[in-house]
């Protein structure tokens, strides 16, 4: 799918599309899940993403998840997917499980429905949405593409952008349908994770730690642990370290008001761990930054304050939602994919 830029000039001849599609913009989980929604129900879509990859926060390497990693056994909606795509869940505890291919398995299965035979016509990677203006009759959207600047005119858009990165799109909170935004955002308490992956003999750390997510951290110094069992009798040891972040209320763009001290990290695990890791024999792979990802730049958006709904108050065309914006479950996979459901009903 990474070549599909050399069809830009074929696929979007024409610049424009009519009011039964609907542009999603970001392919992360909820994006991903909101063109699933939209293709069930026969409701054309396009879907645009910044990055070269989808799944957003959704990342996996060798049975270790580097973002979302475990679920509830309540949660329905994700429940739902893994049984129709088939999928692999292994226990954790009687309450939550993890997936046997990592959390990414989701993204690749939601992909391959969402694609289609010819995935250039759905689906396009690495074009960034630069700018946003409202117009008499739908919007002008700005993007950044392989091919150079493009300017396409929709009148249904669907956002998915992190919270993070709407400071970056020029005229995005100035839209009327954005006017709470700003003051949503200086609310914002966003963190950010970096995760510490290590792999053991199967019960090295004894049955304490074979509960689910254990925290072995501090309310000061938050740190989480999951252990899951990997091929060949190996233990997969997966830390989080949480990292407040800050926004600026100018550029409404994260900040990071500490950075992460990768060998004081270490350190700490080998504290309350005794496991001696010895981090120049760890591989490079073994640390992952969520604020080192651009587009993305930090793991949980969290606000007390609720995300307004965006229903049939005369702009139900455009929407703008992720798991942050879930009432019941936020900031989780089964609150991106109830979002998404939410929003794909008022497009059909």
């Not at 080192?292 to 455009?318: C, H, M, R, W």
């Not at 939602?321 to 059909?348: C, I, M, N, Q, W």
């Amino acid at each position: 799918m990474a070549g599909c830029s050399t069809f830009d000039d074929f696929i979007f001849e024409d610049h424009a599309f009519g009011d039964d599609h609907v542009l999603i913009i970001g392919g992360g989980i909820s994006g991903l899940s909101l063109a699933y929604n939209l293709r069930r129900s026969k409701t054309q879509y396009r879907l645009f993403e910044g990055s070269a990859v989808l799944g957003g926060r959704v990342r996996s390497q060798d049975g270790f998840d580097y973002g979302a990693s475990v679920f509830e056994q309540s949660d329905v909606e994700l429940k739902k997917m893994i049984k129709e795509f088939n999928l692999s869940e292994v226990p954790l505890t009687n309450q939550s499980f993890y997936l046997a291919g990592g959390a990414e398995s989701l993204i690749h299965a939601i992909k391959e429905r969402v694609s289609g035979l010819m995935p250039y016509r759905s689906v396009r990677l690495k074009w960034k949405l630069r700018e946003i203006r409202k117009i008499s009759k739908g919007y002008d959207l700005h993007f950044e593409s392989p091919a150079g600047r493009r300017v396409l005119r929709a009148q249904k858009i669907a956002l998915t952008l992190p919270p993070s990165q709407w400071g970056r799109v020029i005229g995005l909170l100035d839209l009327p349908e954005m006017a709470w935004a700003k003051s949503w955002l200086s609310t914002l308490s966003p963190e950010s994770i970096l995760k510490v992956h290590y792999t053991v003999p199967a019960g090295v750390l004894g049955n304490s730690y074979r509960k689910g997510k254990v925290m072995i951290g501090t309310e000061k110094e938050k740190m989480n642990l999951v252990v899951k069992n990997l091929k060949g009798n190996l233990a997969g040891l997966e830390f989080e370290v949480f990292n407040q972040q800050g926004i600026d209320k100018d550029s409404w763009i994260i900040q990071n008001e500490v950075p992460s001290d990768i060998e004081k990290i270490v350190s700490q695990i080998n504290l309350r761990t005794k496991l001696g890791l010895n981090i120049k024999k760890m591989a490079a792979d073994s640390f992952f930054n969520w604020t080192d990802v651009d587009l993305i730049q930090s793991a949980y958006f969290k606000n007390e304050v609720s995300l307004p709904e965006i229903t049939n108050s005369g702009v139900s065309d455009f929407q703008i939602f992720g798991d942050y914006s879930d009432k019941l479950r936020p900031h989780t996979v089964e609150g991106a994919l109830r979002e998404a459901s939410r929003v794909a009903s008022l497009f059909v």
